[in-house]
């Protein structure tokens, strides 16, 4: 029986290496049977236009997580129309989950700085608990968290590795520039990028 599940929403585009170790330290850290990621749809917060699709983005989570049977990619936020809030997607999987199943949300702590603008946060903070992972540049100031968002440090797990310095912007940014970016993206994904032509311009 499934009783503890990690959801991990990101724009992944691309998925990287980056994500792939964080959502198996966090699965290892809070015992979890197994990680779903979630592609957003729209990104209330991130309103330039992404450099793959949609189904791209899915696509490439999909051939990233084929070789390990607790990563599951959804296509929840994707057939959703905008916009994408992460407090809907978290009810929705709760429901489905049932009220027995503990929900750990991932996200990076550049993520976590970010919360107090997120839609209904309150709400979200007091349906699931975070799994939040170091980010190398990113300083957490719990205490001004904590007053913006009552309750939210008894929430947090942290993820204290291992810090990978890469963000997929720096990997649209190498492709556009003709600069490698393998091993910095598993092997399938990085024949998908190359096979279609991504991040070229
Ligand atoms: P972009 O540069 O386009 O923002 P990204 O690499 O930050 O891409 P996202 O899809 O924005 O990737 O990230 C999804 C989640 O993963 C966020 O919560 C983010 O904080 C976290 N994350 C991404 N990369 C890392 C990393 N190298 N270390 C820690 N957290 C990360
Ligand atoms: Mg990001």
């Known amino acids: 029986m499934i009783e503890r599940v990690g959801i991990y929403g990101g724009t992944f585009d691309p998925v990287h290496v980056g994500h792939l170790a964080i959502a198996e330290e966090a699965r290892w850290i809070c015992r979890l049977d197994r990680v779903v990621l979630v592609p957003v749809g729209h990104q209330p917060l991130k309103p330039e236009p992404h450099a793959a699709t949609g189904a791209q983005r899915l696509r490439m989570l999909e051939l990233a997580c084929a070789s390990n049977a607790a990563f599951v990619p959804s296509d929840i936020e994707l057939r959703r129309p905008p916009p994408s809030y992460s407090?809907?997607?978290?009810?929705?999987?709760?429901?489905?989950?049932?009220?027995?199943?503990?929900?750990?949300?991932?996200?990076?702590?550049?993520?976590?700085?970010?919360?107090?603008?997120?839609?209904?946060?309150?709400?979200?903070?007091?349906?699931?608990?975070?799994?939040?992972?170091?980010?190398?540049?990113?300083?957490?100031?719990?205490?001004?968290?904590?007053?913006?968002?009552?309750?939210?440090?008894?929430?947090?797990?942290?993820?204290?590795?291992?810090?990978?310095?890469?963000?997929?912007?720096?990997?649209?940014?190498?492709?556009?520039?003709?600069?490698?970016?393998?091993?910095?993206?598993?092997?399938?994904?990085?024949?998908?990028?190359?096979?279609?032509?991504?991040?070229?311009?």
Do not use: K, M
Request: net charge negative.
């Open 87 to 201: 407090i809907d997607t978290l009810e929705v999987l709760q429901a489905q989950f049932g009220s027995a199943v503990v929900i750990y949300f991932i996200l990076g702590a550049d993520a976590l700085i970010d919360l107090p603008r997120w839609h209904r946060v309150a709400d979200l903070v007091a349906l699931v608990q975070l799994a939040v992972v170091a980010r190398p540049g990113y300083t957490v100031d719990l205490d001004g968290l904590e007053t913006h968002v009552p309750g939210i440090r008894e929430r947090i797990t942290w993820i204290n590795g291992p810090q990978l310095a890469i963000a997929s912007t720096d990997l649209r940014r190498r492709c556009a520039a003709g600069q490698p970016i393998r091993y910095q993206v598993p092997d399938p994904v990085y024949a998908y990028i190359e096979e279609h032509g991504l991040y070229r311009i």
